[in-house]
């Protein structure tokens, strides 16, 4: 029994993030296009929405839906200022090149929040000086 109430549970919270992502992405995607195309963009939305510093986009090579989605997320990179890395995936890729991407992509987020809290400080100590 107790299973099966966790079962249920994990099933409504599951729809209830689906409907979520749909509605996220409806401005920018209006109907699903086949593979998790809409998923891409209404969690991306989603993410922006709540802040994060960036968004990773991991995709196999020659999927026509999410070379949509790639698409539209960079005109929402453009739009909302938010640093986006693909990773694009074959039978060739490689762990290591994949790794080193993610690492400089982590470490070109901090330097990035690095620098807006200190521009975010400048702002603060001219208004003081100002007042």
């Known amino acids: 029994m107790h299973r099966l109430f966790f079962r249920i549970l994990w099933a409504i919270l599951s729809c209830v993030m689906v409907v ?14 086949g593979g ?20 990773i986009q991991v995709y196999p090579l020659s999927c026509m839906p ?15 200022n938010m640093p986006v890395l693909r990773l694009i995936i074959d039978e060739h890729s490689g762990r ?9 992509f ?12 200190e521009k975010q400080k400048t702002k603060e100590n001219n208004r003081r000086e100002s007042a």
């Open 66 to 80: 999410e070379i949509v989605a790639d698409g539209i997320l960079s005109g929402m990179q453009q739009e909302y």
């Open 20 to 33: 979520a992502m749909l509605s996220a992405a409806k401005p920018y995607l209006p109907r699903p296009i």
């Open 106 to 117: 982590a470490d070109m987020l901090k330097q990035r929040k690095k620098m807006n809290g």
């Open 96 to 104: 290591a090149g994949n790794q080193t991407r993610i690492e400089a």
């Open 36 to 55: 998790f195309a809409v998923e891409t963009i209404g969690a991306g939305r989603q993410f922006i929405q709540k802040n994060f510093d960036g968004l």
